[in-house]
């Protein structure tokens, strides 16, 4: 049984210890080289987000220009919101498109879609190389250690030692996946890069005259049902203000009378 538990603990200090330990280092280091070195031999691991704003002639146009165009490089759109602003109406939108046509689709959008005004054009690129070594290499321990808890529970010889390595197997199991949606979320940043486009059109007063005439005779119409409401919750105060007023003018009258 002591044999069992110092096995378990060089297991679990292999495939759980955090990147820092010294525990890590010793035995991860090689796993990180290998890793490393088949990423040298491939390329580095960037993520590419850009962010376009401008001003348009006509935004429904530019939305279908946009929408048009993207299936031929491989895009699509993962977000899109419509604003609406006394001023300018427009749409956002959040493009995803494969790392190698970013360059190509974002200089197409600035050079075709019809741009009256360019407020902002800014690109960003982040090198994950290094988070993504060391992800894969904590995800290849963790995989090998979860190999040798399998081997060592086809072997255990009671049901105590069955269930603590079954225990040590869903705590790391556990762990395996929370990895693996980390190596997947960058796998996935990298392979698609962003462009966050945000165009839109200003409104002329005279466009929205009739509709702002209309909503300020609403509005005035609601006004004036407030103050009425108004009046009637103060009709106490009203009828003790007439009623003073023409006890004053009564006592000037009769001491007008008498003099």
Known sequence: MKLLHFTLLIFLAIGCTPKGDASYDSTGSIEKESVSQEIKNDERKLIKEANLRFRTANIQETHSFICANLKGYGAYISEENTFNYSSETGHDLTIRVPAEKFDS??????????????????????????????????????????????????????????????????????????????????????????????????????????????????????????????????????????????GYKYYKKIKNERN
């Open 105 to 246: 689709l974002l200089n197409f959008i600035v050079s075709n879609a019809k741009i009256e005004e360019l407020d902002n054009k800014s690109t960003q690129i982040k090198d994950v190389t290094e988070d993504f070594i060391d992800v894969q290499a904590r995800l290849k321990i963790k995989k090998d250690t979860e190999k040798k808890l399998t081997s060592m529970l086809m072997q255990a010889k009671n049901l105590t030692e069955t269930l603590e390595i079954q225990n040590q197997l869903t705590e790391l199991r556990s762990d395996i996946e929370s990895v693996e949606g980390r190596l997947k979320y960058l796998n996935d940043q990298v392979k698609y890069s962003t462009i966050n486009v945000s165009f839109y059109e200003n409104i002329k007063y005279s466009k929205r005259f009739f509709g702002d005439f209309w909503d300020a005779l609403k509005n005035g119409w609601q006004v004036f049902l407030h103050f009425v409401t108004l009046l009637a919750y103060l009709w106490v105060v009203i009828l003790a203000f007439f009623l003073v007023r023409w």
